[in-house]
Every structure is written in C-alpha cells, then in structure tokens.
C-alpha cells in the first residue's frame, strides 16, 4: 500500500516535532511522495485513501487529476483565472498585478501536487518579511486559497493544503465618515463645477470614484433613477464594466433632486460628448476621453495642503461614498438596499463597515443598556416596563 517516514536526521523520529513523508506508488504504477502529516495515524489514513482512490478511479481520471498535478502553480493559476468569467475591468487587472508581484516569484515554479500546509505557511511568512501591506497580503491569500481548494477538489492535491493555515490579519482602521457640513464645506472649497458634480455623486448616490467619472446625462432613466453602466479605468482612463458585473451589466441608484439637478447643471454648461457623457479630459494631448482619476486625485491632494481645517484625519475621496451609506442608513433605509446601491458583491461587507449606524444597532443598544445599569446618571425616559404576567 505504501510507506510512511520522516525524513529527518533527529535521533528519535517518532518523538520529533518533524512532520511525516508517505510514499506509494500512484495510479501509473510511478512512485510518489506526499508530505506534511502530523500525525502517524495522519500518514496512514492517507495511505489508504490513497490505496482506496487508486482501486475505484478510472485510470483516465487519475491521469488527468497527474497531468494537472505537474502543472506549475503559476500555469493552473492562470488557467483557473481564465476561467473567471466574473473577474473584469480593473478587478482582473489589480489581482493579476498582485500575483505577479507577490505570488509568482515565490510559489510559482512549484508543481501543483506537492503543495501542503507547510509550503502555504511559508509562503505566508515569506509575504510578512518582504513587509508586504496587510491588506496586500489579504487579498493575496484569497486567491491563492481559491486555487488550492480548486486542486484538492479535483483530486490534485492529497491532503487540504490549507489545513490549520493561520491566514494573514488585516484589520481595516476606522472608517471616516465626513458630516454633511462638511462636505458642503468641502465641496464649495474648489471652486470647479467638475469637482462639485463628483462629489454630488458620491456623497448623494454612493458611486465609486470612476463610476463619477463615467457619469452620463443618458443614465437618468426617470425622475428619480439613475442607472451605473460603466466605470473609468484607473490606469487606460478608458470605460470598463462595473466592479463585480459583467459587460453589460448595470445596477439602478436613487437619484436625489439635487444630484439631478447638478447633472443638468452640468450639462447645460459645459455640454457633452460621446453619447451624453459630461466629464471630459483637461488634457487632450494624453489622448484620453475622460477625466483622468490621476487628475481627481491631485485635486485631492491639493485640497488637502490648501485647505487642511476641512478634512478630518484620515478623509479621502472614498469618503464622501461613506457618507451616502450613513445618510441612508440613518434615515432607516434597509441595508439590503444600500448594499445593492452600492454594488457590494457581498452584503456582509456592507454590514462590517456600516453596522454601527444602523438604528437599533450596538451603539444604541450600548446606551439602552447603561440606562438600565448605570446609577449615577439619569436614566433617560423609555417606555414603561413590562409587568410580569
């Protein structure tokens, strides 16, 4: 059936740390080596698995699940991304970028079926000491952990590679979120109709930076609707579909009166182009269609060196789209709508960031319940108790 071994020089193998090697013979009668099991009675279970798989596959199968084997992790990654048909746009382009950066070099060359949770951890830590983001490093580990589940579902990868993996932390800071009198501050402090449309936008629509950007007079489909299609590109500054949807794909986004009205605004006073669109370049000579989200950045910047007693700490651009999910939220809209507003892929994103602004939420309930404890403040008038039955 096989054999299991550590591969160590420590004088007691049974008694050391040192995790164990199996090896058996795979279904092209060619002897192989799995690692990293704790335990013995580990090894031993995957032995038989192994002996067990080897009776009851049919040998084209097994073949298949040997050839993929040998592919090198980039060659299946990529191979597994083609295969994305969701992951678009700037998405696509920024994941492709950190696997390049951070993945490949170190776990790229390595054959898909010796991958365990040791190569994994090391991979991990090898991440840590290049001081790789937090968040970075987040995201990378998502992806890889998508791949490697992937392999071990199809048969490719023995033992889960990710078993007892510790995944990188990223705790996100503290969002910051601007009072509505200052982003009437912030949003008056340049003197720029093109400015004052994106802020409108974000602050009154929840849209991200480059769905501003590709803002179309077209999009207002009623009175009090308006539908995002697309998105500028944070690199090309060309139109792209939105985060999470396919070309084609659209989501519909209230459409306040005043936002409405910066559009028109806009519109009748700088004209458009391309079938509606508002936000020309300021540089033609680029090239470029739109108004560069470089551009919008270094209108940021500047704000911020001119201007420093209207931005709060740790205030960006992003921030005026927090603001939007606060009004709504603290206007009772139900966070199922503001998330799809939003264009979250997953609601639970929405409610991490936003859940202290929920009614009802910890905040309130944190004072409710002081007022039940707390003796040496006034209690603030509530409804009477209930009486016991």
């Known amino acids: 059936m096989g054999s299991f071994f550590k591969p160590c020089e420590c004088r007691r193998p049974s008694g050391c740390p040192h995790p164990y090697t199996i090896r058996f013979r795979n279904t092209r009668g060619r002897q192989s080596e799995e690692s990293g099991f704790p335990t013995q009675d580990a090894a031993i279970e995957r032995l038989t698995a192994l002996y067990t798989a080897r009776k009851t596959t049919p040998r084209s199968v097994a073949e298949q699940q040997e050839t993929l ?67 970075t490093q987040a995201q990378v580990f998502l992806r890889v952990k998508g791949i490697l589940k ?19 932390e990223y705790r996100p800071g503290p969002t910051v979120i601007p009072t509505k009198e200052q982003v009437g501050l912030l949003r008056a402090a340049r003197d720029d109709d093109a400015f004052r449309l994106i802020v409108d936008l974000m602050a009154g629509m929840g849209l991200r930076n ?26 090309t500054v060309t139109l792209e579909p939105l985060k999470h949807r396919k070309t084609g794909e659209f989501r519909e986004v209230p459409l306040p009166a005043f936002a409405r009205e910066s559009i028109e605004h806009y519109a009748a006073t700088h004209g458009t182009f391309q079938g509606g669109y508002l936000l020309k370049t300021m540089r033609p000579s680029t090239g470029n269609a739109f108004l560069s989200p470089t551009t919008l950045r270094r209108w940021w910047t500047n704000l911020q060196q001119q201007k420093p007693e209207h931005i709060p700490q740790g205030m ?45 939420s910890v905040s309130k309930a944190a004072t409710l319940l002081n007022n039940g404890l707390n003796f040496n403040t006034p209690t603030v008038e509530g409804p009477e108790a209930a009486t016991a039955a």
């Open 210 to 235: 480059g769905e501003a950007l590709a803002v179309n007079a077209n999009n207002m489909v009623a009175k009090d609707v308006y539908r995002v299609h697309q998105q500028v590109h944070d690199r």
């Open 69 to 135: 084997g040998e592919m090198t992790f980039e060659e299946y990654a990529k191979a597994w991304f083609a295969r994305k048909r969701g992951l678009t746009g700037s998405t696509k382009a920024a994941t492709e970028s950190r696997m390049r950066t951070h993945a490949y070099p170190e776990i790229g060359s390595r054959k898909m079926h010796t991958f365990d949770s040791f190569v994994v951890e090391r991979f991990i830590t090898a991440m840590e000491r290049s001081n790789v983001g937090a968040a």
């Open 150 to 168: 992937d392999a071990h579902r199809r048969g490719i990868i023995g033992l889960d590679p990710l078993l007892d993996v510790s995944p990188p």
């Open 316 to 360: 960006t651009m992003y921030s005026f789209r927090h603001y939007f999910a606060s009004n709504a939220l603290g206007q009772g809209i139900p966070i199922t709508d503001v998330a799809d507003w939003m264009g979250h892929s997953d609601i639970n994103i929405t409610f991490r960031t936003y859940r202290h602004l929920l009614p009802g």
